[in-house]
């Protein structure tokens, strides 16, 4: 065949022949070779046993390729541009040809009637280990994964069942080191991963539920009827029959399966009494890169959705079709908030720029495009500080809501955590909130949940005021008030890098005040929220 003829190889000696004599060192170029080899193998007809071997091979290198390419995309604002999406596609190409590859294996297997054993179990823990290392890429790249992707991982798993290998053990050194690993511990991750609510994580914080969700797979007990549990556990269920991953929504039928995780739910809790009492994240092997209070926070966060049936909101949310207007940089933010005034370093404007924009103001409600960069805006967007984009809500609730946007060369790029300006249909002014998540969903459109921010913002300029005497140019600012109904009392929403205990910031917004500076109250990527007290 032409396809035999065209591979570098076609035993295990010969392959890793290829692995040391071939340059490998540049991730990009050594994901190509390996997925042309891959391609050229999957249209290949060699022993089944070989086939195993030479992936076996090809699998380690080609995951440290993997892990090296997938900085191109991991974490990015979104939507990727177009060298970010082109990683990304790669990399799921590789996954899904290494997938199809031990798919091959797995039918030659069952072909020839191996019996119940650690070598009808060995591929098919792969297949659902190269499809949990395609998943976790999809979640690092901010996109949901498809209907296809979980008619594949069910539809494997359902297959080791019938085969009655779910349960075997096999070594995955890869993956495991010398912990043992099975078809069932893999799909059990898999769902795992998802019911974390990954896309609300930082990517940091990610990387910590991916190794907890593969450590504790393993305790995940399944069930095909529904399980009698403990008071304070809750099971999660899906439906093989279904293209959708576990979830707390009821199943039934004969493909209905239950999650039971009981044993995880104890793993979680002695580790969070521990961490009370002062042991650090290493000596409870959660990590040698886990910090606290980080870790603590990260695994209540888990503990609630893998163990005691998700998150209850404080505020039901309704569905909605309406349109609201979404602001994504600080100073397109502060220009809204401060109805339509452009920010500019107090005392900076002389007495005829300010009566042109009162006059403008007084006259059209906002103020005329100027030029800001030696050009007049002509067509397409206006100056970055004046964009608002209308973005369809899909729901919404007291505090916040999700809403969606067609991809367009328009769109600005958006990060979780992220500070944006947001006024809501029913909303007479501008309100400021946190982008709590993003992802790229099936629809091709980007999704977004944010959360609003209590009070009506107040746009500042605010600085801090050095002891030495130095003064630093004034930075755009929010000052929210106290909303006694929800418990939130006064804060300043500050550029990144400005908070410390203690500080005094001088802020002005028609007159100078000056404040002292008590507590962190939240942090985004882009912003602090901080708690304070007035200076007489």
């Not at 493909?255 to 961490?275: F, Y």
């Not at 994504?328 to 370093?345: D, K, M, S």
Request: hydrophobic content about 40%; overall charge neutral.
């Amino acid at each position: 065949m032409t396809g035999e003829a065209q591979l570098a190889f076609v035993t295990a000696d010969e392959c890793r022949q290829w692995l040391m004599t071939t340059p490998l060192s540049n991730a990009v170029q050594a994901l190509a070779l390996m997925l042309r080899q891959l391609n050229l193998l999957n249209h290949s007809n060699i022993d089944a046993a070989e086939r195993f071997a030479i992936l076996e091979l090809l699998r380690k290198r080609l995951t440290q390729a993997q892990e090296e390419s997938a900085k191109r995309f991991i974490g990015k604002p979104l939507p990727l541009v177009p060298p970010e999406q082109a990683a990304f596609d790669s990399a799921q190409a590789v996954w899904q040809a290494l997938l199809k590859s031990y798919g091959r294996c797995i039918e030659a297997e069952l072909g020839a009637g191996t019996e119940p054993g650690e070598q009808l179990a060995l591929p098919f823990q792969r297949a659902l280990a190269t499809l949990a290392a395609a998943q976790v890429d999809i979640y690092r790249a901010g996109h949901e994964p498809s209907a296809k992707h979980w008619h594949a991982v069910h539809e494997l798993y359902g297959a080791a069942e019938k085969s009655r290998v779910a349960d075997i053990e096999v070594p995955d050194t890869l993956r495991q080191g010398k912990t043992p690993s099975s078809p069932r511990a893999v799909w059990a991750e898999i769902q795992l991963i998802h019911a974390a609510s990954p896309y609300e994580l930082p990517s940091r914080h990610l990387a910590w539920v991916f190794r907890w969700s593969r450590r504790w797979s393993h305790k995940v007990t399944i069930h095909s009827v529904i399980p009698v549990l403990e008071s304070e556990n809750v099971p999660l269920s899906v439906d093989l029959a279904d293209n959708r991953p576990a979830g707390y929504q009821a199943v039934e039928g004969p493909d209905a399966r239950w999650l039971d995780t009981s044993l995880v739910r104890r793993s979680i809790k002695k580790r969070l009494n521990m961490l009370e009492k002062g042991a650090s994240p290493a000596e409870l092997q959660l990590g040698e890169d886990c910090t606290q209070p980080s870790t603590g926070q990260v695994l209540k966060h888990v503990y609630q959705r893998w163990c005691r049936g998700g998150i209850t909101r404080k505020h039901e949310r309704t569905a909605t079709g309406a349109v609201c207007s979404i602001a994504t940089n600080i100073e397109a933010i502060y220009f809204h908030v401060a109805g339509g005034l452009p920010f500019r370093q107090p005392g900076s404007s002389n007495d005829e720029t300010l009566r042109r924009e009162r006059d403008e103001m007084a006259t059209f409600g906002r103020l005329a495009p100027v030029n800001l960069g030696g050009q007049r805006a002509s067509g397409g967007r206006t100056e970055e500080w004046a964009v608002m984009e209308e973005w369809q809500m899909i729901n919404e609730s007291a505090t916040g809501f999700h809403a969606a946007h067609a991809v367009d060369e328009f769109l600005d790029r958006v990060n979780q955590r992220q500070l944006v300006g947001v006024r809501p249909p029913a909303a007479s002014a501008f309100l400021i909130g946190s982008l709590r998540w993003g992802m790229m969903a099936e629809d091709h459109r980007l999704h977004v949940g944010v959360m609003i921010l209590p009070g009506k913002p107040e746009a500042v300029a605010l600085r801090p005021v050095d002891p030495s005497g130095v003064r630093e140019p004034f930075k755009p600012g929010f000052l929210l008030p106290e909303v006694a109904a929800v418990g939130s009392t006064a804060s300043i929403v500050t550029p990144p890098g400005i908070f410390r205990v203690g500080r005094v910031l001088e802020l002005v917004a028609g007159k100078t005040t000056r404040v002292r500076l008590t507590r962190l109250i939240d942090r985004g990527i882009d912003f602090d929220r901080v708690g304070f007290e007035p200076l007489a």
